[in-house]
């Protein structure tokens, strides 16, 4: 009896250990049913490569993982990477997640039964990874993948930082189109006014294409330091102006506090405020007064860093008055006058709206000539009327003056 009962026990386990190899072998089968040419890829690791461009064609079992990486095209720059996830199957509810080459999650989808998946994502190039599964690991099917560049940012990358600003050369630009693909893209520009040694003011205007995008640029000199900055809200135009005489401009274009995305139309150009004289901020570009009485001439001080200098001509034994006048009572003129040999000799310095008078006399043997540079503090604007007038050598001459071929 004790015999029967352990050859019966032996055959009841060899029954359930061969039903347990059955029910397991089951199981590998399912998992692995419908293999894929990309197998094994379940785990990031082992990720297959996808070419941008390429289609590939695989199958999603219920409990199957599959990893895939692949490298956008550009790259040190913003653009756009479409992750097309196409559903070949009415039951199949499809996952995907993108990650960085740290494996640090960037976005993730779900989809429905049989619905397809398509995502947009601005990245910098690079290496990136991505995770499909069956959403809840349900349902099995199926499915294709594509990923696309969509070389979607403007013409100027790569210009992501100051050292790589793309150089629009001279003034003027005109309706040039810009496009911040990422909230956190930088479009930097480098540019050259091109009035050198004349002062004027720059203008640069953004028109902002898309309503959703907040821009904001900064200018800055060519040492990097900043000089003006403006930003607008959704959809409206930034413009920025800044006084400059010449030399090496950068602008950087960005979405305001990275909240936004969208396209922008720039333009640059000179507003020519200055006079007709220029450039005369120099004693070598001084304009020349050599005909008296001259009337009354204008001209403009555009900026307080603007000098307009004159060379007058003094004949022998002759002295040369001028009187000079600030168009707005917000502005203070002032003058220094130099010798042939460039020293000074003397000056005037006025209050707001003065009205200044001032005389240079001639009291050698010879024709001379001397400078006049004519600067201000430039109120409401700065324009200003001069003229000279003609007479004969007066040292006696009450009021401010000077002489020349005295000493």
Known sequence: MKTILHRNTLSFLGIVFLSFLGITACNKTEETLHPDDYEPNNTRSE????????????????????????????KDYYDITLIDLENQSDELELWVGIYDADGNEIYSRGGSSGAGISVKFSNEGGTYFLKVISRYGKNSGPYSLEVTDQNANDAFEPNETMDHAWDLGNFPVTDKEGQLVSP???????????????????????VNNS???????TLFDQHGMPLVSMSGGKGATVELSQPSNGGVYYVLVESYQEQSTGGYTFSFKNLGLNDDNEPDDDMDHARVIDTFPTGVISGTILVNQDLEFFRVTLPVH???????????????????????????????????????????NNTGTTDTYFYIGLGGTVGSNGH???????????????????SLGSF
């Open 47 to 74: 990720a297959k490569t996808v070419t941008p461009g390429d289609k590939i064609e695989a199958y999603m079992d219920k409990n199957d993982i599959d990893w895939y990486s692949f490298t956008p095209g550009h």
């Open 184 to 206: 956190r893209e930088k479009d930097w520009y480098k540019f050259t006014p091109g009035s050198e040694g004349i002062w004027d003011y720059m203008y640069l205007k953004f």
């Open 211 to 217: 309503n959703d995008l907040e821009l904001s640029a």
């Open 318 to 360: 002759k002295k040369i008055s001028w009187t000079v006048s600030p168009a707005v009572g917000n502005t203070a003129l002032y003058f220094d006058v130099y010798g042939p040999d460039k020293d000074r000799i003397g000056g005037l310095e006025g209050g707001s709206g003065q009205t200044l008078q001032y005389y240079v």
């Open 384 to 402: 200003y009327s001069i003229s000279f007038t003609a007479g004969d050598a007066d040292t006696g001459k009450s009021g401010p003056g000077s």
